[in-house]
């Protein structure tokens, strides 16, 4: 089985290496590759429409901009992982900004407390943001594998393992404690681990 | 046994968050156009200036009392620092930047769809209207190639 995983990681190093050379056809290829985790990723900071859009768009320009000083190659997929996360988290913050310029700017227009909102969109929200501060509490390789269990369901170990640097029989003993992991964060759990 | 009660419940607790919760999908045909246009301008002879000071990133630079003014941001490469004050109008963004020492003529600001140049004056100053939100990459003309390029950051 380690067979596969090498295999996805050369062809993966390939991909970059014909990429820095200017082949559109492997750019694409590589994108096709790693969209999915980026979506993934993009969701789990809770970015939605035109903020997620930003996003992607900047991993992509800044893999385009690294393509060329990429050192390994084969671990390309944690790179895009990490920068993914990282452009999250700011896209997260300059759609905060906007929302509390927006607020700023319009305070007496709008009721302080909207008491309408029904307690199952409060817990939704409120879960919502338990979810992104316990995603920015982990650290690689569990954030990137927690993004992919809640966002790619069923995703194919290989595809953890490309996504993350991880070796593939690793994958789910991982997944596991990344999982304990965001139930004590969300939960408040006093189990430890035995 | 405590072990597996707790891994249960962190398996019911992921299959309760996937509820209601998007799938990943595949990218949009925009997306798609601005990595093809960031792959085909990706070549770029001159330094690359890295952010070092971003107000998003600092503790509280999104709480209310802390956004009434503009975003700042400083990136620095090859001994020149560009210095950026982002202020936002709906989806575009005004951007007056200052780059120190003053080296160039014109500032190229370059989004993965198109490019606009905007005249530096004597003292390397410099305002770029009308910016689509989203990833943007300044490059510093003086006449021939360009001396320098910041990386690509999200307005």
Same mark, same amino acid.
């Given at each position: 089985?380690?067979?596969?995983?090498?295999?996805?990681?050369?062809?993966?190093?390939?991909?970059?290496?014909?990429?820095?050379?200017?082949?559109?056809?492997?750019?694409?290829? $590589?994108?096709?590759?790693? %969209?999915?985790?980026?979506?993934?990723?993009?969701?789990?900071?809770?970015?939605?429409?035109?903020?997620?859009?930003?996003?992607?768009?900047?991993?992509?320009?800044?893999?385009?901009?690294? $393509?060329?000083?990429? &050192?390994?190659?084969?671990?390309?997929?944690?790179?895009?992982?990490?920068?993914?996360?990282?452009?999250?988290?700011?896209?997260?913050?300059?759609?905060?900004?906007?929302?509390?310029?927006?607020?700023?700017?319009?305070? &007496?227009?709008?009721?302080?407390?909207?008491?309408?909102?029904?307690?199952?969109?409060?817990?939704?929200?409120?879960?919502?943001?338990?979810?992104?501060?316990?995603?920015?509490?982990?650290?690689?390789?569990?954030?990137?594998?927690?993004?992919?269990?809640?966002?790619?369901?069923?995703?194919?170990?290989? %595809?953890?393992?490309?996504?993350?640097?991880?070796?593939? %029989?690793?994958?789910?003993?991982?997944?596991?404690?990344?999982?304990?992991?965001?139930?004590?964060? $969300?939960?408040?759990?006093?189990?430890?681990?035995? | 046994?405590?072990?597996?009660?707790?891994?249960?419940?962190?398996?019911?607790?992921?299959? !309760?968050?996937?509820?209601?919760?998007?799938? @990943?999908?595949?990218?949009?045909?925009?997306?798609?156009?601005? @990595?093809?246009?960031?792959?085909?301008?990706?070549?770029?002879?001159?330094?690359?200036? !890295?952010?070092?000071?971003?107000?998003?990133?600092?503790?509280?630079?999104?709480?209310?009392?802390?956004?009434?003014?503009?975003?700042?941001?400083?990136?620095?490469?090859?001994?020149?620092?560009?210095?950026?004050?982002?202020?936002?109008?709906?989806?575009?963004?005004?951007?007056?930047?200052?780059?120190?020492?003053?080296?160039?003529?014109?500032?190229?600001?370059?989004?993965?769809?198109?490019?606009?140049?905007?005249?530096?004056?004597?003292?390397?100053?410099?305002?770029?209207? @009308?910016?689509?939100?989203?990833?943007?990459?300044?490059?510093?003309?003086?006449?021939?190639?360009?001396?320098?390029?910041?990386?690509?950051?999200?307005?």
């Amino acid at each position: 089985m380690s067979d596969q995983t090498r295999d996805a990681s050369t062809s993966a190093a390939e991909l970059v290496g014909r990429a820095a050379d200017g082949d559109h056809a492997a750019w694409r290829a $590589l994108i096709r590759r790693y %969209e999915l985790m980026v979506d993934a990723v993009v969701h789990c900071h809770g970015l939605a429409g035109q903020d997620a859009e930003d996003a992607r768009q900047t991993v992509w320009c800044r893999l385009a901009e690294h $393509l060329d000083d990429i &050192r390994s190659p084969e671990r390309i997929g944690s790179w895009i992982a990490r920068t993914t996360h990282r452009e999250s988290a700011r896209q997260a913050r300059l759609a905060r900004r906007a929302r509390a310029l927006e607020a700023g700017e319009g305070a &007496r227009l709008l009721d302080p407390v909207d008491h309408r909102t029904p307690e199952s969109e409060f817990l939704r929200a409120e879960e919502d943001r338990g979810v992104r501060e316990a995603i920015a509490a982990i650290e690689e390789p569990e954030r990137t594998v927690l993004a992919l269990d809640l966002h790619r369901p069923g995703a194919p170990a290989a %595809e953890v393992a490309d996504c993350t640097g991880l070796a593939l %029989e690793e994958v789910a003993s991982v997944r596991r404690r990344a999982r304990r992991r965001l139930l004590r964060l $969300l939960r408040g759990s006093d189990a430890v681990d035995v | 046994m405590r072990g597996r009660g707790e891994d249960e419940r962190a398996d019911l607790l992921i299959a !309760e968050l996937r509820r209601g919760r998007p799938e @990943a999908g595949p990218m949009s045909d925009r997306v798609r156009r601005a @990595a093809d246009g960031a792959f085909a301008a990706r070549a770029v002879e001159a330094p690359v200036a !890295e952010v070092v000071d971003d107000s998003l990133e600092r503790p509280g630079g999104v709480r209310p009392s802390a956004v009434s003014g503009p975003r700042y941001v400083v990136l620095r490469g090859a001994g020149v620092e560009v210095r950026l004050e982002i202020s936002e109008h709906g989806d575009e963004r005004r951007v007056a930047g200052r780059v120190v020492p003053p080296l160039g003529e014109a500032v190229e600001v370059r989004s993965p769809f198109g490019a606009r140049e905007f005249a530096m004056d004597g003292g390397g100053g410099f305002t770029a209207r @009308a910016v689509p939100r989203g990833p943007v990459r300044l490059l510093v003309h003086d006449g021939g190639g360009p001396r320098l390029a910041t990386r690509w950051i999200s307005m």
